[in-house]
């Protein structure tokens, strides 16, 4: 089992759309869970942290923690063109604090 | 603007000719990392450096070696590139390895490496 996993995608939204992305993570001991934006061939920006249960909202993102089903999820509202990215989700290890990635989700906003 | 900067952003070298990539940061964190990206696929942890603390991760190659001469830069030395190697390579820091919001890692723009 993957230690983060993401829906695999691609997903295509129309502009003004909200755009769900989904990630689900097998170490219990993980404390902090991260979102990151990739534009192809550029690197990870960060997005949005989250560390406790509930929603975190930021502009237009918001996440969505759920320790008790090892869920973490991320909204994307009135998706524009320039939201087109690969998303990568990524917890660190309870073991060792190194961080594990999903494989990432692609994400295309059509105009 | 506090930052994490790389050098160069393209590196060209020649089958099995070294090469060194050169990171930098400004925001004082204690924490370096340099990852692995090849295309589609999630960055791939190389090793890190916890101040002067080096720690491999068990799959790097030989080949690939690691220096932190001071808190700011870090340097990712190739010693033999070969074919495999060409990647874009991220350099990333945190302020510790773990711990409430402080184990947030913030990725310089990398450096993409082709081997000819």
């Known amino acids: 089992q993957k230690e983060v996993e993401q829906n695999s995608g691609p997903l295509s939204v129309p502009e003004g759309a909200i755009a769900s992305l989904n990630c689900t993570y097998s170490?219990?001991?993980?404390?902090?869970f991260f979102w990151y934006r990739q534009y192809s061939g550029k690197s990870p920006e960060l997005i949005m942290s989250?560390?406790?249960?509930g929603d975190k909202e930021d502009g237009r993102f918001t996440a969505q923690l759920n320790k008790a089903s090892q869920y973490v999820s991320l909204l994307i509202r009135d998706s524009q063109p320039s939201d087109s990215a690969t998303y990568l989700c990524?917890?660190?290890?309870?073991?060792?604090?190194?961080?594990?990635f999903g494989a990432g989700t692609t994400v295309t906003v059509r105009a | 603007d506090a930052m994490v900067i790389q050098n160069p952003r393209y590196q060209v070298t020649q089958f099995g000719k070294p090469v060194t990539l050169s990171c930098s940061q400004t925001l004082n964190h204690n924490v370096m990392y340099w990852y692995q990206q090849k295309s589609s696929q999630a960055p791939k942890l190389l090793f890190h450096?916890?101040?002067?603390?080096?720690?491999n991760e068990a799959d790097t190659p030989d080949n690939f070696q690691s220096r932190r001469p001071n808190t700011s830069f870090c340097f990712l030395d190739i010693r033999s590139p070969g074919l495999g190697d060409a990647a874009m390579y991220l350099c990333a820091t945190s302020r510790a390895l773990a711990g409430t919001e402080t184990d947030t890692q913030y990725f310089g723009p990398g450096t993409r490496l082709t081997v000819l």
């Open positions: 989250i560390y406790s249960n």
């Open positions: 990524a917890a660190p290890r309870s073991n060792d604090y190194k961080l594990s």
């Open positions: 450096y916890y101040d002067k603390d080096f720690n």
């Open positions: 170490d219990r001991g993980s404390q902090s």
